[in-house]
């Protein structure tokens, strides 16, 4: 199927861990949409934008057929699409182009409480069940280490203690679910985390430009998220010691005070947080009247 509309059309996870996440992030840049009565299609009312909402599974096959031009999801899921195309002797049609900073998590191998694991040479010969087998057979390749690979299509924790893995291979953020399952991570195989994708397939010059100016707004998103804007007076003959202090930020503004006294105001966007740390240390260096602002949108 060919996306020959002038519409753009983004893949995104319909109700499961990346979708708050993913409405979020499109709603900050600015979109606004009206969802269909089946609640699978987002019409764009203020951009020639629209959403599908679809299982997170679906996402990169769609974006690299061209029924969608963009898709939002986790990085385990594209690699997984990827490798599993490549294994068939196909290409996949799309590109992550960034990261989104949600949906941390890791692909590890995990094993009972009473299994020895002490590299992953211990996994020669054994069971490992896993939704993600075209990952797990990668990463065994890699390590020239021969497995047997169970496939699961969820609920993967249970399958040691149904006797039907040795081991299991399983997304994992903060590892209760595997505890609950008296099960430990031993070995992590790939991080991962949200991202954008977009499709191989070329674009019109009109959609192109949109989806330049949506990918350009998501960037700022993410760079104001965690960016403070700092005033604060210093004198002049600290500034280098005040530069050096405020946390990545370029360069600053200096700007002369009314009356002088060797002081001046420094004005900054810093791209971290502002911690009392950082502005104790910036007293100490001779700074007063710190004022510390939330950014709410950076173009750069
Ligand atoms: P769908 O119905 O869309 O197929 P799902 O059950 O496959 O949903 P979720 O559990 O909602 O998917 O997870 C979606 C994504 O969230 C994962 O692919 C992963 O990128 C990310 N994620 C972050 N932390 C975790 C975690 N602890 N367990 C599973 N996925 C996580
Ligand atoms: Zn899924």
Not at 35 to 40: A, E
Not at 69 to 83: A, F, H, M, P, Y
Not at 92 to 104: C, N, R, S, T
Not at 278 to 297: I, W
């Amino acid at each position: 199927m060919k996306n020959s509309e002038q519409r753009i059309k983004i893949a995104l996870q319909k109700s499961g861990r990346l979708t708050d996440h993913s409405l979020d992030l499109l709603e900050r840049c600015g979109l606004k949409f009206t969802q269909s009565k089946d609640q699978l299609f987002c019409y764009g009312e203020n951009m020639p934008i629209d959403l599908l909402l679809v299982r997170d599974d679906d996402i990169p096959g769609l974006v690299s057929d061209d029924v969608c031009d963009l898709g939002i999801v986790g990085l385990n899921v594209v690699n997984e699409k990827r490798l599993a195309l490549e294994a068939d002797g196909i290409d996949a049609l799309f590109d992550p182009v960034f990261e989104l900073d949600f949906g941390h998590c890791r692909l590890a191998i995990a094993a009972p409480d009473d299994t020895p694991f002490a590299d992953a040479a211990s996994l020669s010969g054994k069971r490992i069940a896993t939704s993600y087998s075209a990952t797990l057979g990668d990463y065994l390749q890699r390590n020239q280490i021969t497995a047997e690979i169970v496939y699961f299509s969820g609920a993967v924790e249970i399958a040691p203690r149904l006797g039907r893995a040795d081991f299991i291979c399983d997304l994992v953020s903060t590892g209760s679910t595997l505890a609950a399952n008296q099960l430990r991570e031993v070995q992590t195989i790939a991080e991962s985390e949200a991202v954008i994708i977009q499709t191989r397939a070329e674009l019109t010059d009109a959609k192109q430009q949109w989806v330049n100016k949506l990918l350009q707004r998501l960037d700022g998103v993410l760079q104001v998220r965690e960016s403070k804007y700092i005033m604060l007076h210093a004198p002049r003959a600290a500034l280098a010691e005040i530069k050096r202090l405020l946390p990545g930020s370029e360069a600053p503004t200096v700007i002369p005070l009314d009356g002088d006294n060797g002081r001046v105001a420094v004005h900054a966007v810093c791209r971290e947080n502002v911690f009392w740390e950082t502005l104790e240390n910036l007293k100490a260096a001779g700074a007063s009247a710190m004022l510390v602002l939330p950014v709410e949108k950076m173009l750069a």
